[in-house]
């Protein structure tokens, strides 16, 4: 008899699904990259897909230079959607994709891709067999990642008209995360995620219900397939106390106010990404213990346990992991499933004083902010006003303040400093993987040829039809799998609902939160610096925050706006998802003293040199340029060389040094010492 068949042995509970966070450079690589990681014991895809895809631009677009496959995979049209899942059963599969604004697109393109895999089966039949989740949470992307695209009201019905499809055509599929990740990664306390991420759901669950394309009985359908994505740090603890808060709060919200009854469908369903923003570049080996810590916080509580995990890698602040450091992050959940005895027990946690205490005062807490903000009239209103936005910002940076000062303590960067060489690190260049250059290319060559083949006039009758329909209040869905069977590409679809629809531009929430930098000596110091130096040139130091490219993980260049504006610049800050050219226009004039350009989705190499050239060609070439972002050695020397003026990485957490180089690099520049 073996081990695991003695009848004293406890039962597992079956573990979680285990997922690593992929997808980059090309459909190809990105294919070949998810059948190696099912081979190694992976359970479920989740799909990154790169910003060019889920803002809705071809990479032909202007818009796109820099930024194709470099986050993530490009699929610019169903050609390249079926290259992405070559020889992966997608009726077999469970599927997560990390997208928004254009979730509909690809999950129509997905769909189509499964029809075509399954040709003996109808498209009804193929439909009720898909497994999986988009994320399509817009309202977090206004606080705080930048992907949307269209303002509030038409990203809504964008998720309605999904949500009433999904419900009806793919049973089995999640159509939206309500995400709280992003919302710890721009500073959420654990009250403020909980509160601002509930709102976000009570607000998807009274769009659907205004639109009426669910029967009051199929509504309970659209509760329980609501999912939840979900952020754990490193307090393994108060993590755990606030994923059993959210258990509570899901079932009361969607008793009382939803009128919900079945207990299963009133279930808080919610997968894991745990901390990124936590990682840190110096001691980069100490993340594994940060990772395992983090995962523990969502696995402990059998109650509150998460349904679908995945792990960032350990050098992720340091730029693109390997598929060796993803198969680490694989195993370290492979491990506590597999090896430890957590599934063997129900939750050990029942009963804990310590726990429960914790528990309601996180649930008091998000309670009393979640009716703040329907008082304001809901999430939209409070994103709309600004509201959430600075109330984030505002946390953030009290948050930084305390690293600075010591207070929040961080092993490797302001405490136990001192360190062994890591043979981890002894070569930055190959701990980490560079996306390929060729990438941008090969997708644009994919477009081209994609077009080349098609049928035009189909194409744009599909798009007629489809702006047709956005214009009244019929489902999308069916317009939108039209367009992806015709052939149209992600940037035609998008464009065609921009024509409708119109653009928006979230709040910053820079120019209304509170400076929290501790007026110690040190920030002193620099104001001083900054007046000195400000009489010295004729007026008050003006410093230009600028988000080149589509990133829009904008909580580096808010932080720095605030500081610099604690210290004493004059700070412009005009948001993210600008050009080059836009940003030396700014440049121009605003009159600056210095630019400060943030990118962190790893097209530095081709925006900074844009941006330095735009800035010559305007007679600014004396007005130096600092870069901050995750910015490998190698390149950081070679935007030295083209003319930069000091580079910022994630290891540079001393927001006021910072300011204080600043204003060294802008002395230099008008020779002043």
């Given amino acids: 008899m073996s081990e695991n068949d003695r009848p004293d042995r406890p039962v597992k509970d079956r573990p979680w699904v285990m997922r690593t966070y992929a997808g980059h450079s090309t459909a190809e690589a990105s294919n070949a990259l998810y059948r190696t990681n099912l081979a190694k014991g992976q359970t479920g895809l989740s799909v990154a897909f790169d910003l060019p895809t889920q803002t809705g631009y071809d990479p032909t677009d202007p818009l796109a230079r820099g930024e194709v496959g470099k986050v993530g995979v490009p699929v610019p049209h169903l050609g390249e959607m079926r290259k992405l899942f070559d020889s992966i059963p997608l009726t077999e599969m469970n599927t997560s994709m990390t997208i928004n604004a254009t979730a509909m697109w690809l999950l129509a393109m997905y769909q189509v891709v499964a029809e075509e895999q399954n040709p003996d089966l109808s498209p009804e039949e193929v439909a009720a067999q898909l497994a999986g989740t988009t994320q399509n949470d817009i309202i977090k992307e206004y606080l705080s990642r930048g992907t949307y695209v269209f303002g509030p009201e038409h990203s809504l019905r964008l998720i309605s008209d999904m949500i009433a499809y999904t419900v009806h055509q793919i049973p089995k599929w999640n159509p939206i995360n309500i995400c709280s990740y992003h919302l710890q990664e721009a500073g959420a306390t654990p009250t403020q995620e909980l509160a601002y991420s509930l709102c976000t759901a009570i607000a998807v669950l009274d ?52 009128g919900v009854t079945d207990p299963k469908m009133r279930r808080f369903r919610y997968g894991v990404q745990v901390n990124s923003l936590g990682l840190t570049e110096a001691q980069p080996e100490n993340n594994v213990q940060r990772i395992v810590l983090e995962m523990l916080g969502v696995t402990l509580s059998k109650n509150a346990r998460a349904r679908a995990l995945q792990l960032p890698a350990w050098n992720e602040a340091l730029g693109l992991p390997r598929p060796w450091d993803q198969q680490w992050s694989l195993r370290l959940q492979q491990v506590l499933a597999v090896e430890s005895d957590l599934l063997e027990y129900d939750d050990i946690f029942e009963g804990s004083h310590v726990i429960e205490a914790k528990v309601a005062e996180l649930v008091e807490g998000a309670r009393a902010e979640i009716e703040r903000v329907q008082e304001m009239g809901g999430a939209v209103a409070a994103v709309e006003s600004g509201y959430m936005k600075q109330a984030l910002v505002a946390s953030h940076a009290a948050r930084r303040a305390r690293i600075e000062s010591g207070e929040e303590r961080i092993v490797g960067v302001n405490c136990y400093e001192t360190t062994e060489p890591s043979p981890l690190t002894a070569d930055l260049d190959a701990a980490i993987m560079a996306a390929d250059p060729a990438a941008e290319q090969s997708a644009i060559d994919s477009v081209e040829a994609w077009k080349a083949q098609r049928d035009e006039a189909e194409v744009a009758r599909a798009l007629e039809a489809l702006a047709a329909a956005a214009k009244t209040d019929t489902n999308l869905m069916a317009a939108t799998l039209v ?25 910053t929430g820079v120019s209304g939160a509170v400076g929290v930098a501790a007026p110690g000596a040190d920030l002193a110091a620099v104001r001083e610096r900054v007046r000195a130096t400000g009489e010295e040139l004729g007026g008050r130091l003006r410093l230009l925050v600028g988000k080149p490219g589509l990133d829009g993980h904008s909580n580096g260049a808010e932080q720095v706006a605030v500081r610099a504006r604690d210290a004493g610049f004059e700070v412009v800050y005009q948001g993210i998802r600008l050009t080059p050219e836009q940003i030396v226009g700014a440049a121009v004039a605003e009159d600056v003293h210095c630019v400060g350009l943030s990118i962190l989705s790893g097209s530095h190499m081709e925006l900074v040199p844009a941006v330095l050239d735009g800035l010559r060609a305007a007679g600014l070439a004396d007005v130096p340029v600092i870069v901050g972002g995750i910015i490998p050695d190698s390149d950081g020397r070679r935007l030295r060389e083209l003319g930069v003026a000091g580079v910022y990485t994630p290891k540079d957490f001393g927001l006021t040094e910072i300011m204080g180089g600043i204003v060294e690099v802008i002395r230099r520049a008008h020779d002043l010492d």
């Fill in 207 to 258: 769009a659907v219900k205004a639109s009426g394309q669910v029967s009051e009985d199929d509504f309970e359908k659209v509760v329980g397939r609501i999912s939840f994505f979900v952020n754990a740090g490193v307090r393994f603890i108060e993590e755990t106390c606030k994923m059993r808060a959210f258990v509570r709060l899901w079932d009361e919200i969607t008793a009382e106010r939803y």
């Fill in 483 to 507: 367009a992806a069977r015709a052939g149209a590409t992600t940037g035609e679809w998008a464009g065609t609902l921009r024509e409708v629809f119109g653009e928006f531009r979230a709040p």
